[in-house]
């Protein structure tokens, strides 16, 4: 199988996790709140916050595969914008978006880097 060239793959990679994003956590921005405890809750589901794990880990993997070590940065990058975009301009905004960011950034680098050791490890 022919590999895209790299500018491509980046595109390519920066438009699927922008779209992770999209599909899984960007349309959803209401809160639950319990009915007898009054607890707000959201605007995640947990099956929102799985999904969009698995799917970046398996952009992640594939990053990986390609080979380019710093293809795999993309992915938090991209997606740490995106979400980042998508909290700041939340209408209930409370101002602690850097903060959400800042977990989200370290979170999804994280992953990136065991794609990169699992990957490593696959190979060898």
């Not at 990679?13 to 349309?27: E, F, N, Q, R, S």
């Amino acid at each position: 199988m022919r590999r895209l060239p790299t500018a491509a793959a980046v595109v390519v990679l920066a438009a699927l996790t922008a779209a992770v994003h999209l599909a899984v956590l960007g349309w959803d921005t209401g809160y639950d709140v319990d009915a007898t405890t009054g607890q707000v809750a959201g605007p995640y589901a947990v099956w929102q916050v799985a999904l969009a794990g698995a799917l970046l880990l398996l952009l992640g993997l594939a990053a990986a595969w390609r080979g380019a070590a710093w293809l795999v940065a993309v992915v938090p990058v991209v997606f740490t914008v995106a979400w980042a975009v998508s909290a700041a301009s939340a209408p209930d905004g409370d101002g602690l978006w850097p903060v959400g960011a800042a977990l989200v950034a370290v979170g999804t680098g994280i992953g990136a880097w065991v794609c990169q050791r699992v990957v490593g490890v696959v190979r060898r």
